[in-house]
């Protein structure tokens, strides 16, 4: 079992920039895949970014060039860096961790414009 304890969200202006952090505890498997998910209202959660414990590194077209994707290994610890943030950004972000699927409680992302 895996346990995630998202931090970071909050409220920014449009154009500015917030750093999600997502730590994990529990069993870590050596080979995992961690990520970030979005839920907007009314909408379907969708991935936002994702990364293996390799280092390769997948993003959605809507945020590449925005957002970085980082993690530390050791501190089972995902990073989401959002820069330049649009309205349209605005969700709750779940963190995720594969294989098996566990979630974070959410962390809410409000854009003003």
């Known amino acids: 079992h895996v346990q995630l304890v998202e931090s970071g969200g909050g409220l920014v202006q449009a154009g500015g920039s917030l750093r999600l952090s997502c730590a994990a505890s529990g069993t870590i498997l050596s080979i995992n895949t961690m990520g970030w998910y979005r839920q907007a209202p009314g909408k379907q959660r969708e991935l936002v970014a994702s990364?293996?414990?390799?280092?390769?590194?997948n993003y959605a077209d809507s945020v590449k060039g925005r957002f970085t994707i980082s993690r530390d290994n050791a501190k089972s610890t995902v990073f989401l860096q959002m820069n330049s943030l649009k309205p349209e950004d605005i969700a709750v972000y779940y963190c995720?961790?594969?294989?098996?699927?566990?979630w974070g409680q959410g962390t809410q992302v409000t854009v003003s414009s």
């Open positions: 995720n961790y594969q294989p098996g699927h566990y």
């Open positions: 990364i293996l414990s390799t280092g390769r590194t």
